[in-house]
Each structure stands twice: as C-alpha cells, then as structure tokens.
C-alpha cells in the first residue's frame, strides 16, 4: 500500500484577525490543516516553508496587497500551480475582478461569503489536489496506483456530487469548446436536460463568442490559466441573463479541458451599479461624511473628512466622534443632538470641533439615525457635514474690518465706501461725497455704473482689469491710483484701495470695503520730480556728448602736434633744432596728459565711466609697470625694489585697465617727487579675494593736514610743489575715484620729508587662466605684401600725419574725409585690405560706416576685411563700443608711428589663407 497522504494545507491570508478566525472555524468542516498569515511578506515566507493545496488570498491589505501576492506566486515554479481564490469585501468592480484572475486566481469570493459556495470550492480545489498527489504516487506502485485510482474516482464522485449541487453553473468544455459534460445547476437554470446541453456548444450560449474564436479562446485560457468573461447568457429555450464566466484550464488523465463556471450576475450588476453611483457619490462629495454604529463606533468615513480634520480612514475607523470634541461647545448642544437622533429624528447645527493638527474648525452638521427596515430598531448614523471656517472667519473678518478701517478713517481724510455686489448698490461717508464735491443727500446709492462714469476714460480699463483680478481670487486686495472727476469739472487724482470681504460658496464676491484718498498734491509733486530728472538726464547727456567732441577735438590735433614732432625727430637736425623738436614733442606729451586727466575726472563725476571684470595675470600686470617705470628710475639714480607675496595668486578677475591706470599713476608720483633714495613696489594677499598694492618713496613726503585732501581735484601739498614738479593734482583723485568704483580704497601714509607709501586695496577674487579670455589670433606677417589701405579720417593735418607715416612702406592709400565716403569708396573701389576708421567724422561717424561695410560684405558674400578705429579715448567702455560695432581693432589717438606700423603688420592678410566672410 501507498504511503498516507497527509491533510492537504490550506494558507489563509487576511491583515484581520476576526476573518482569519472566521475562516478558520468554516474549514474545521473539511479534512486539511490550515495555517494562517496577517500579511503579504508572512504568507510568501509560509509558501517557501510548506506545499499548500489551496490559498485563500484576502486582496486589500496594507503593504503588499493579495494582487501582488498573487503575481509573486505565480512567478516561482514551486508555488505557480496552487490554485489561489481571492477574498473581498471591498473591491466589487470588474475591473478589480478582472485583474484578481490576470493575477493569477482561479476564483473571485466577494464578502460577504456564502459558507456553503466557500466550502464546496475549496472541497473541489482539496480533491484536485489529493488527485494529483495520488497520481504522484501511481509511479511508486501499481497496486497503490489503482487504488489510489480507485480512491480519486470515489472522491471525483463526490466531487461531482459537489458540482452538480453548487450554485454556479459548471459546463466542461473541449479545445472547440464543445460542451463535454455539465453539472444539476446547468440544467436547472438554462430548462435543459444534460443529453441537450451536451449537443451544443458554448457558442450556442454566447453570440458574442463566434466559433473562429475557440482556438484563441483555448490559447488564451491555457496560457493564462484562468480568464473571465462578462457575457449575455441565451439558451435555446429562452433563458436570458447577464453571466460571469469563469474558464479555468485543468487537464484530466491525459486529456486537457476548460472547465466554466458561470454565475448569474444580473441583480448583482444592478446592485453593483447601484452602489458605484452611491459610492461615487459619497467619496467625491464636498461634504464630510461619516457613518457610525449605534454605539457611535465610527465605520466609515469620506476623503473629505479626512482632508477637513486631518484623520486618516484608518485612525478615525474604530473610534467614537467625540475625538473631534473641541471642548469649545455647549453640553446642551450634545444633549439636545443625542436626545433628537436616539428618538428618530434628524439633528441639524454648528459645531466647533478640533483638527488632529490641534487647530479648530467649524461645521455644520446634518446628522440622520438608520433604522433595520424590518424591526425598526437603529443600527448606524450617518453625519453629513460642511466646513464653514471660512464663512464663520468671513463674518469675523468683516465685523473686525468694518471697525478697523472706522478706527482708521476717523483719523484720516479718506472717503470709505461699501459695495453689496448682488445688490448693485454702492454706499459711502460724507467724506467720499466731499472729495467728490457733493454733499451726501445730493448723491444717494450709487450703482457701479454711476461709479464708473466718475473715472477718467484712460484709468477705467487698467480699473476694470484690477477689479476683475480682485473678484476671481488672483489678487489679495485691490488698489489702484487713477483719476476722477470732480463737481466742477476738474480731474482728482485719487488712491482707491480696497478688499472683498464676503464671497459665496461658489467664490463669486458678495461685499466689498474699501477707502478713497486724494493723492492731487502728491501727484503733481511726482511729476514735477519726474521733469526735473528728465532734465538732469537731459544735462548729463549733453555733458557727455560734450566731453566726447572735446576729447576728439582737442586729441586731433594733438594728434597732429605730436605726429609731427615724431617725423621731425627722425630727420637728420642740428643739436639745438633736435632740442627744440624734443621740448615741442615733451610739452605736447604733457598736454595730452593734462587733458587726459581732466576727461578721465570728468567722466568719473558725470557717471560714464565704467569697470569691467575680466580674469587677468596680475604678477605679469606688475612685471610691466616695473619693465615701464625701471629707465626712468634709474636715470635718476634711484633703488627700484620690490616685494611679491609667495600667496598672491597668478590670476585674478577685475579691470586691468583701470588697475595699470591707478599703478602707472602712484609711480608716475612716486619718480616725480623722489630725488634721492628709492621706490618700493609691494603686492600681498590681505585675505580671500583682496589684494594690497604698495607704492612707497623716501620723497619729500605729506604733511598731516594735507593728507585728509590728497584726494580731492586739483590738490596738492602747496603752490610751490606745483610750481616746481608741475601737474594738476588730478592723478591722486582719479585714482581714488577709481578704486571705489572697482569697490577698493586708496590710503596714504607720510610724513614731510621721510617719503610716502600708498596702498591700493582691491577686491580682485583668484580665477584660473582657463576662465581668461583666449588671445586674438592676428593673421601671420608677410611683410613682401603691399596692401591697399582705406583710411578714413575728417581732419587735413592727420590725414598729412598718416601719410607720412606710411610713406616708406610699400602700402597704397587712399582716403576718405567722413564715413558716407568711406563706405561708398569701399564698396566701389574695393577690395582694400585694410581699413583705418576715424570714430567721429561729419556726415556719417565711423561706428555707423563700420556696420554699413559689414553689412555689405554679408550681404555680396565678401571676405572679411580687417577694419581698425582710431578712437579719441581709450576707455572699456569706447573700445567695447568700437568692437561691437565690427572694428577688429584700435588704436587711441594721438597715434605713434611704431604703433601705427606695427598694427598694420599685425593685420596682414596671408595671400595663401583669406579671411571668411562676415557673418
């Protein structure tokens, strides 16, 4: 004999102990050990551990749900085969139904469960699986194989004996779905005896499925072992009902079947439609709703209650109300509500109750007694209830505003009005009428089209737009400053403020406050500072404008001046015509210094001068001043020293320009008031991101009285110092102007005749080189090419200038006196190589002549030509200018040959690479 099989196991799955309980004592009717789990994670520990026969899968649990249970069975080869009846109390749609058997379960039981349906499936699904285990057992022995053959043909009896008593309908079906055998309930309800329901097919019962569909149908089934079917069921002798089909795939002594269940679903459809709409209804409502039992234990609550009172669903379930009690109520209220709803009756009121986050929240509350329709006796009360907090704060708001803005308006002048919007009627203090120019009686209630036509016509759209802001909530209050006329005519300029103070349910506005103030005397100071500031503005431009044309007027012919000087210094002169060329060129270099200062102090007072931040290498910065300043402080026979700290960094980001321009001129001083002794250049990191610059001399030194106006314009220690060292005295105050515009100080320390020391700090943060702009890449020299060369300039003397320059290099000239005659010259005479612009010139200026030749070039597809501005100022600003206008370089004026010559060659084209076109 075969060895004893044991009890079947039988897993039970429920978070709940009182179903797992329940369940435990229906299956003490039935021959199987049953073991439980309260979770997702514990049942699949149990399905590693034991060979179950069935599991009874509860679908809602928190964590891991019964689907994804499910789904993980199914995925393991040791445990994909146990069949697996989902459990529900709270899923009853078909779409949760549906995904229960794409899950994996062979049955869908709702809650709640029919013990006798319950049983008889689970019989059914325990005799399965003692069939299987026995044929296991077949390969053991023949004797034990037939009787165990014996023993499931006993037990498929039995359960046949179960199918044919159950309350579905049970068909077995071939693979061309062919009814091969059917159960008592068959018969009973489709009025067939079971020799005429076996001549037909499934597709006689459903004309939905068309019989092409059988092999797809059994594909399907085998695959997923399982699939469900909603269908209209019509029998040959007119039964007619809405079914659920359940075909499961089982395969039986060799052979492989689908087995139907069908279930008359119809009432249950109606009631589940039904009940979805009520459902729906109650979980999107607007009100909270909350359903107890007769002992006042809460059983349900909506999404709203739990986003009104903070309490989740599963911390309110289970409790009674009175965790919403705020303490705040009157007993009696609770007296009277417990005394109306016990007897029968509907109880309605405000209640003040108490969030889970401690803060308080009125509702009003409608609260209903369920009665058992058959013996009258309560089971449950339902509470539907509003949040109305904010309509309670709304009625405080408003009476705390009203007395607000009356405590307020009795110490101003400002005319209040009210405005009840469904009414269309406008009310308003004497003072409002006043500022209007009536008296009170003379007006009456206005509507908001009487108000309107106060308002000037140009302030009423901007009004009407502000108000509407205000009225759909996109606005906290509403204010604007517009004009309204008065009695007499004339226009006031008024601040209208405002705020709604009541709006309905929907949230369309019902009241709304507001105060009225005349801002005439304001508004026409406002417009008075407005012209004055134009004016300044007027002034500042003109001011620059003259500053411009001053330094190009005066720097053209110092242009000219020091040009010739320089030509006439390289002829072959007597010694005392040598001197007198080198006094004209030095007192012109002296000039220009002086009309530098002055421009750079100008626009420095006039706002126009600007910084940039730009990465540099200051150490090289340094190196240069020293390679500048060295020959002269050594033809004086002075020490050059100078000491860098090991921590200053290589690269820093500020304005080179300006920091060359401030250390040029505390050298410049240094070497001018210095006769003896030495000049000491130092530079230290005083911490992260500021840098010291020291420039300290054994000169003839400050005295302190002086020291605290070194700064100011055209200040110097005396008139004797000017008359003896020359200067304006503007160097030191530029330099300081600039060092607070690059957000630094200039300090001094001295005393008379022991020297001073001048430190420059800065903000100059550390950079890398990589962040430093990349170096102009300049076509290489050829220095064989002669090149034809455009040079517009407006003045006779620089034009002479230039071309003497240029007179022994092999270039050709030609030349154009404004900026219209440059471009018509470069368009018709063209190609040139090379362009040399003046900036300023009548007609048409350089920068304007400079974008008319790039847009030609874009325009005929030509090569890009080098153009190079003589400009009449070196600022950042200009050069930026210059260069955004399509000039490739510059060069300030007054122009030197050397630099004139080595521009030039640096802007050789090579005949073998050309230049792109201009984009």
Same mark, same amino acid.
């Given at each position: 004999m075969g060895a004893t099989l044991a009890p079947p196991k039988i897993l039970i799955v429920d978070d709940q102990p009182a179903n797992l309980v329940a369940l435990r @004592? /229906? #299956?003490? !009717?039935?021959? %199987?050990?049953? @073991? +439980? %789990?309260?979770?997702? *994670?514990? %049942? /699949?520990?149990l399905l590693s551990e034991h060979d179950f026969a069935l599991i009874l899968l509860d679908v809602d649990m928190p964590g891991m749900d019964g689907y994804e249970v499910a789904a993980i069975a199914r995925s393991v080869r040791a445990t994909q085969e146990i069949p697996i @009846?989902? #459990?529900t109390a709270a899923y009853h749609d078909e779409r949760h139904r549906l995904k229960g058997y794409e899950a994996g379960a062979v049955d869908y039981i709702e809650k709640p469960i029919n013990d006798h349906i319950l049983l008889a499936k689970t019989r059914i699904f325990l005799d399965l699986y003692r069939a299987h285990a026995q044929t296991r057992q077949a390969n053991a022995q023949l004797r034990a194989e037939i009787s165990r053959r014996q023993a499931a043909e006993a037990r498929l009896l039995l359960t046949r004996h179960i199918v044919d008593h159950m309350g579905d309908i049970g068909l077995l079906l071939d693979a061309a779905g062919h009814?091969?055998?059917? *159960?008592d309930t068959a018969c009973a309800q489709l009025g067939m005896d079971r020799y005429e329901l076996l001549r037909l097919t499934i597709f006689d019962l459903y +004309?939905? #499925?068309l019989p092409n569909l059988a092999v797809k149908l059994w594909r399907l089934t085998r695959r997923k072992r399982t /699939?469900?079917? !909603?269908?209209a069921l019509r029998s040959p002798l007119g039964a007619n009902f809405l079914s659920e089909i359940q075909l499961s795939f089982i395969t039986f002594q060799g052979q492989e079947f689908l087995f139907a269940f069908i279930r008359n679903i119809s009432q249950r %459809?109606?009631? +589940?439609?039904?009940l979805q709409l009520l459902s729906r209804t109650v979980e999107e409502s607007p009100a909270s709703i909350i359903i107890t039992d007769a002992e006042g234990v809460i059983q349900y609550v909506n999404p709203m209650f739990e986003k009104i009172t903070g309490y989740s669903s599963d911390e309110a379930v289970g409790q009674n109300p009175r965790l919403l009690k705020s303490g705040e109520n009157d007993d009696a209220t609770y007296q009277e509500l417990w005394k109306r709803i016990s007897s029968g009756h509907t109880w309605r009121g405000e209640l003040l109750n108490k969030r889970k986050d401690g803060t308080l929240y009125w509702e009003q509350a409608s609260i209903s007694p369920v009665a058992n329709s058959d013996t009258g006796r309560i089971t449950h009360y339902v509470g539907v209830k509003l949040d109305i907090t904010e309509k309670k704060q709304t009625e405080m708001a408003i009476n705390q505003e009203r007395q607000r803005l009356n405590n307020i308006l009795e110490g101003t002048q400002a005319g209040a009005w009210e405005w009840r919007i469904p009414e269309r009627q406008i009310t308003y203090n004497d003072r409002w009428a006043q500022m209007m120019g009536y008296a009170s009686v003379e007006l009456g209630d206005i509507t908001p089209e009487a108000w309107e036509r106060f308002i000037h016509p140009d302030d009423l759209p901007l009004f009407q737009r502000r108000l509407e802001r205000h009225f759909a909530g996109q606005s906290p209050a509403f204010a604007t400053e517009m004009r309204v006329k008065h009695r007499h005519g004339q226009w006031i300029w008024v601040n209208n403020r405002a705020k709604v103070l009541a709006r309905a349910s929907d949230g369309a506005p019902l009241l709304m406050a507001g105060a009225m103030q005349d801002i005439t005397a304001s508004k026409r100071a406002e417009q008075a500072l407005r012209e004055a500031k134009a004016q300044a503005e007027q002034a500042s431009q003109a001011k620059s404008e003259f500053l411009a044309n001053m330094s190009h007027e005066i720097r053209t012919p110092m242009n000219a001046i020091l040009g010739?000087?320089? @030509?006439l210094a390289e002829r072959d002169l007597d010694p005392n015509a040598q001197r007198f060329v080198d006094v004209a060129h030095n007192a012109g270099e002296t000039l220009l210094s002086i009309i530098n200062d002055i421009l750079d102090l100008s626009k420095i007072e006039a706002g126009k001068a600007q910084v940039e931040s730009t990465p540099f290498d200051l150490p090289a910065l340094l190196s240069h001043a020293m390679e500048i300043f060295a020959p002269q402080i050594q033809a004086k026979k002075l020490s050059f020293t100078h000491s860098v700290d090991t921590h200053l960094p290589q690269w820093v980001k500020g304005d080179p320009l300006r920091v060359r321009q401030i250390l040029f001129n505390l050298l410049s001083n240094a070497l001018k008031f210095t006769e003896v002794g030495s000049i000491t250049l130092s530079a230290k990191l005083l911490r992260a991101g500021w840098v010291s610059l020291a420039v300290e001399d054994t000169g003839i030194g400050i005295s302190p009285q002086r020291q605290s106006q070194i700064f100011e314009s055209f200040s110097q220690e005396d008139a004797s110092i000017t008359r003896r060292y020359g200067g304006t005295g503007l160097g030191l105050t530029i330099s300081s102007r600039l060092a607070q515009l690059m957000g630094g100080e200039l300090q001094v320390s001295s005393s008379v005749g022991n020297g001073s020391c001048f430190t420059l700090q800065l903000p100059l943060p550390q950079t890398t080189a990589e962040q430093a702009p990349t170096p102009q890449e300049h076509p290489e020299l050829d220095a064989r090419k002669q090149l034809r060369i455009l040079i517009a300039e407006d003045s006779a003397d620089n034009q002479l200038l230039l071309r003497e320059f240029l007179k022994q290099s092999p270039h050709t000239l030609a030349f154009a006196e404004n900026g219209r005659i440059a471009v018509e010259m470069f368009q018709r005479e063209g190609p040139f190589d090379l362009v040399l612009m003046d900036m300023q010139m009548p007609q048409m200026d350089g920068m304007t002549a400079t974008r008319k030749i790039r847009h030609w070039e874009h325009a005929h597809d030509k090569p890009h030509t080098p153009i190079i501005a003589l400009t009449a100022y070196a600022l950042t600003e200009e050069i930026q200018r210059v260069l955004q206008a399509g000039c490739d370089d510059h060069v300030s004026k007054p122009v030197k040959k050397r630099q004139l010559l080595d521009m030039i060659a640096r802007w050789r084209r090579q005949e073998? +690479?050309?230049?792109p076109p201009t984009r």
């Open positions: @004592l /229906l #299956l003490e !009717r039935i021959s %199987a050990t049953v @073991l +439980e %789990a309260q979770s997702g *994670n514990e %049942a /699949l520990g @009846l989902f #459990l009814i091969q055998d059917v *159960n +004309e939905q #499925l /699939l469900v079917l !909603r269908g %459809a109606e009631v +589940e439609k039904r010739m000087t320089e @030509l073998s +690479e050309p230049q």
